[in-house]
């Protein structure tokens, strides 16, 4: 069980970059899906997150800016980052997270987004 970021790199302010989040071992269709990232020395922050209904959520900083997406058939969640800004450099985490915590919480083990000004 677990999930695999990929997609990140560096790219110019302005540019754009689209990350996946790919579970394997679980469907992740179930499960809320959310994309964090971290810098050092501050907290792990949630940036978007998709559920099963509802609205996504976006933290206000990337709204108009950044889309988070599911493909149930491929088990993967997209985050489209457009209009990069220094400001979105971390390492960014995929997070899987059942309704009511009725099963395991799932991390994968980050990927770097480096936005250059």
């Known amino acids: 069980v677990q999930l695999v970021e990929s997609g990140g790199g560096l790219v110019q302010s302005g540019g754009s970059l689209r990350l996946s989040c790919t579970a394997s071992?679980?469907?992740?269709?179930?499960?809320?899906i959310a994309w964090f990232r971290q810098v050092p020395g501050e907290i792990r922050t949630s940036v978007a997150v998709?559920?099963?209904?509802?609205?996504?959520y976006y933290l206000d900083s990337v709204k108009g800016r950044f889309l988070i997406s599911r493909d149930n058939a491929k088990n993967t969640v997209y985050l489209q980052m457009n209009n990069l800004k220094p400001e979105d450099t971390a390492v960014y985490y995929c997070?899987?997270?059942?309704?009511?915590?009725?099963?395991?919480?799932?991390w994968g083990e980050g990927i770097q987004v480096t936005v250059s000004s």
């Open positions: 997070n899987a997270d059942s309704p009511g915590g009725v099963l395991p919480s799932y």
């Open positions: 071992g679980f469907s992740s269709d179930f499960y809320s």
């Open positions: 998709i559920r099963r209904g509802g609205r996504p």
